[in-house]
């Protein structure tokens, strides 16, 4: 050490050392710790587990008065102020499970300077009476936790969020520090305009997670694809099993209990004992696997969780790369494991062309799907494609996903496409997946020849490859783009589809939707 044991950067040391018994910060923490504890305003882009705590409570430990803590994360800010507290760190919270007399009691503390941390939920920090006690009260710095909750462009739009920008119109002069996990460029705009932090420094880290190994594979029998991933390569490992509906998440965990694997239900239908217990198991035991809904997770901080494992598409590449994240916190080897399917994505470019929300709010959740597909049928490096959605480049390919230990061959499919996309249009750009592949396949069924397309061109030209093989190719055609899915999941030829009908353009897919017939026989869902 250089340093004399006064500067500004020593005190920060030493009060890593004290209080968390830590040597050193890391990364860009000390940056942070040294830019806001001498009073300036900074956005912190951390990914999940990278330490976003320790930027706000070393400088309310370092800078006079309580650092006011904003998090929407009320079921965890009791454990945090207990960590903190431990600690020998002065901390409190207030949220609506105090009672009306432990509020009397954390309010005067805060006057009377007894606090070093103060957790606030948003709504209760809005209310008249608190923003009215901060005017009073000694604060040191307003950290805003979860900061991409302010956008409603996030995965995570909080109304009471969207009105934090009173804390730079009541408080300009105190430190402003908001961190998130997950922000790509518009919600950044959004955190930095509402809560006033235009020009202030921005701190952002590399989200890259090297010891989480990415695998996407397609849907075959999503149920024994999980057990054989589980039995064959996280037997006794503590997971999190992410499903869309509460109903399959029940389902899903019933059968894995059924199979001997030790797995809990959670979402929002249970009661908050049921979540309760699931949550506190998760953390506690070892080898516990909770099969969940996006519910589950937010500020889960358990270091050792071995697979994600996602058996439903995530709503965007954001929302995977957080629910991926909760994956390997503490460095050692694990994987994000998930399967999809051609119903998968026909359901959710359909709930997407049937949406009513505005069309600027459509345009964007257009581009967060299509940006989540290309992940899932990329032919090249998974962690470059996940890493470039976030604005980063990843010089080489990684060498641990899916892509890199097994690279898929890519073959010349425009002719197969062409067909696909006949078949479409030929019934009328009405027809759903299943309808299509008969009459690609040639099959005499009763639907076929109610509808005469047994007399069609198209009727088994594609009798040379499998109905697995169709199936993927049109889940391929859907992701990228070239059929839309619309009303009873039927299937149309896009406007990006004519060139390759005309075969001014070429379609290079991966070779494992084009396995040529006979294929192994594996049931084909
Ligand atoms: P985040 O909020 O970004 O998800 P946390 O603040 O919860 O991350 O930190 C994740 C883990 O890393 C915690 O267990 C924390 O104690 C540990 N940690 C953070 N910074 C340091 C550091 N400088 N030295 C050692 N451990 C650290
Ligand atoms: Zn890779």
């Given at each position: 050490?250089?340093?004399?044991?006064?500067?500004?950067q020593?005190?920060a040391?030493?009060?890593?050392?004290?209080?968390w018994?830590?040597?050193?910060?890391?990364?860009?923490?000390?940056?942070?710790?040294?830019?806001?504890?001498?009073?300036?305003n900074?956005?912190?882009l951390?990914?999940?587990?990278?330490?976003?705590?320790?930027?706000?409570?070393?400088?309310?430990?370092?800078?006079?008065?309580?650092?006011?803590?904003?998090?929407?994360?009320?079921?965890l800010m009791?454990?945090?102020?207990?960590?903190?507290?431990?600690?020998?760190?002065?901390?409190?919270?207030?949220?609506?499970?105090?009672?009306?007399?432990?509020?009397?009691?954390?309010?005067?503390?805060?006057?009377?300077?007894?606090?070093?941390?103060?957790?606030?939920?948003?709504?209760?920090?809005?209310?008249?009476?608190?923003?009215?006690?901060?005017?009073?009260?000694?604060?040191?710095?307003?950290?805003?936790?979860?900061?991409?909750?302010?956008?409603?462009?996030?995965?995570?739009?909080?109304?009471?969020?969207?009105?934090?920008?009173?804390?730079?119109?009541?408080?300009?002069?105190?430190?402003?520090?908001?961190?998130?996990?997950?922000?790509?460029?518009?919600?950044?705009?959004?955190?930095?305009?509402?809560?006033?932090?235009?020009?202030?420094?921005?701190?952002?880290?590399?989200?890259?997670?090297?010891?989480?190994?990415?695998?996407?594979?397609?849907k075959?029998?999503?149920?024994?694809?999980?057990?054989?991933?589980?039995r064959?390569?996280?037997?006794?490992?503590?997971?999190?099993?992410y499903?869309?509906?509460?109903?399959?998440?029940e389902?899903?965990a019933?059968?894995?209990?059924?199979?001997?694997?030790?797995?809990?239900?959670?979402?929002?239908?249970?009661?908050?004992?049921?979540?309760?217990?699931?949550?506190?198991?998760?953390?506690?035991?070892?080898?516990?696997?909770?099969?969940?809904?996006?519910?589950?997770?937010?500020?889960?901080?358990?270091?050792?969780?071995?697979?994600?494992?996602?058996?439903d598409?995530?709503?965007?590449?954001?929302?995977?790369y957080?629910?991926?994240?909760?994956?390997?916190?503490?460095?050692?080897p694990?994987?994000?494991?998930?399967?999809?399917?051609?119903a998968?994505v026909?359901?959710?470019?359909?709930?997407?062309?049937?949406?009513?929300?505005?069309?600027?709010?459509?345009?964007?959740?257009?581009?967060?799907?299509?940006?989540?597909?290309?992940?899932?049928?990329?032919?090249?490096?998974?962690?470059?494609?996940?890493?470039?959605?976030?604005?980063e480049t990843?010089?080489?390919?990684?060498?641990?996903?899916?892509?890199?230990?097994?690279?898929?061959?890519?073959?010349?499919?425009?002719r197969?496409a062409?067909?696909?996309?006949?078949?479409?249009?030929?019934?009328?750009?009405?027809?759903?997946?299943?309808?299509?592949?008969?009459?690609?396949?040639?099959?005499?069924?009763?639907?076929?020849?109610?509808?005469?397309?047994?007399?069609?061109?198209?009727?088994?030209?594609?009798?040379?490859?499998?109905?697995?093989?169709?199936?993927?190719?049109?889940?391929?055609?859907?992701?990228?783009?070239?059929?839309?899915?619309?009303?009873?999941?039927?299937?149309?030829?896009?406007?990006?589809?004519?060139?390759?009908?005309?075969?001014?353009?070429?379609?290079?897919?991966?070779?494992?939707?084009?396995?040529?017939?006979?294929?192994?026989d594996?049931?084909?869902?």
């Open positions: 050490m250089t340093a004399a044991p006064t500067t500004p020593q005190q040391l030493d009060v890593l050392k004290r209080v018994g830590y040597d050193a910060f890391r990364g860009v923490q000390a940056d942070i710790v040294r830019t806001v504890a001498g009073g300036g900074a956005l912190v951390m990914p999940t587990g990278g330490g976003k705590s320790l930027c706000y409570q070393v400088p309310s430990l370092l800078r006079p008065g309580v650092g006011i803590v904003v998090s929407p994360l009320i079921a009791k454990d945090q102020v207990d960590t903190l507290r431990q600690l020998g760190v002065r901390a409190a919270f207030l949220n609506s499970t105090l009672s009306l007399e432990g509020v009397r009691e954390v309010e005067s503390a805060l006057l009377a300077g007894e606090l070093d941390l103060l957790y606030v939920a948003p709504e209760r920090l809005l209310l008249p009476r608190t923003l009215e006690l901060l005017g009073r009260a000694p604060v040191a710095l307003f950290a805003i936790d979860e900061a991409h909750c302010v956008s409603q462009w996030g995965h995570d739009f909080r109304p009471e969020y969207g009105q934090l920008g009173v804390l730079p119109e009541r408080f300009p002069h105190i430190p402003r520090l908001a961190l998130t996990a997950t922000a790509d460029e518009r919600t950044r705009a959004d955190i930095l305009r509402v809560l006033g932090l235009e020009g202030a420094p921005q701190f952002i880290s590399s989200f890259d997670r090297p010891n989480i190994q990415y695998r996407v594979a397609a075959e029998g999503p149920k024994s694809q999980l057990l054989d991933f589980i064959g390569e996280h037997p006794g490992d503590s997971g999190i099993v499903c869309l509906s509460r109903k399959s998440v389902e899903t019933k059968w894995l209990q059924a199979q001997g694997v030790d797995a809990v239900p959670y979402h929002a239908g249970l009661s908050p004992r049921e979540r309760n217990t699931a949550q506190e198991r998760f953390l506690n035991e070892e080898g516990l696997i909770v099969v969940a809904t996006v519910a589950f997770g937010m500020g889960i901080d358990k270091p050792n969780v071995r697979f994600v494992a996602h058996l598409l995530p709503k965007s590449l954001e929302g995977y957080q629910e991926t994240g909760r994956a390997g916190r503490d460095g050692l694990s994987t994000a494991w998930m399967v999809y399917g051609l998968d026909v359901n959710v470019r359909r709930m997407l062309a049937q949406s009513a929300a505005p069309e600027d709010v459509r345009r964007v959740e257009a581009a967060k799907l299509d940006a989540l597909l290309t992940y899932c049928e990329a032919a090249t490096c998974r962690r470059q494609v996940l890493l470039s959605y976030f604005g990843l010089p080489e390919p990684c060498g641990n996903c899916d892509v890199c230990l097994a690279p898929p061959r890519v073959r010349d499919a425009t197969e062409q067909m696909a996309l006949s078949a479409a249009i030929r019934t009328g750009n009405r027809f759903g997946a299943a309808h299509l592949t008969d009459v690609l396949l040639g099959r005499d069924t009763e639907k076929v020849r109610a509808m005469g397309h047994h007399q069609l061109p198209t009727f088994g030209v594609g009798r040379a490859h499998d109905e697995k093989t169709w199936r993927g190719l049109l889940r391929q055609l859907v992701s990228l783009g070239y059929l839309a899915a619309g009303e009873h999941h039927g299937l149309s030829a896009t406007a990006k589809a004519r060139p390759l009908l005309r075969g001014e353009e070429t379609l290079h897919l991966r070779e494992d939707t084009l396995a040529p017939r006979p294929a192994r594996r049931s084909a869902r």
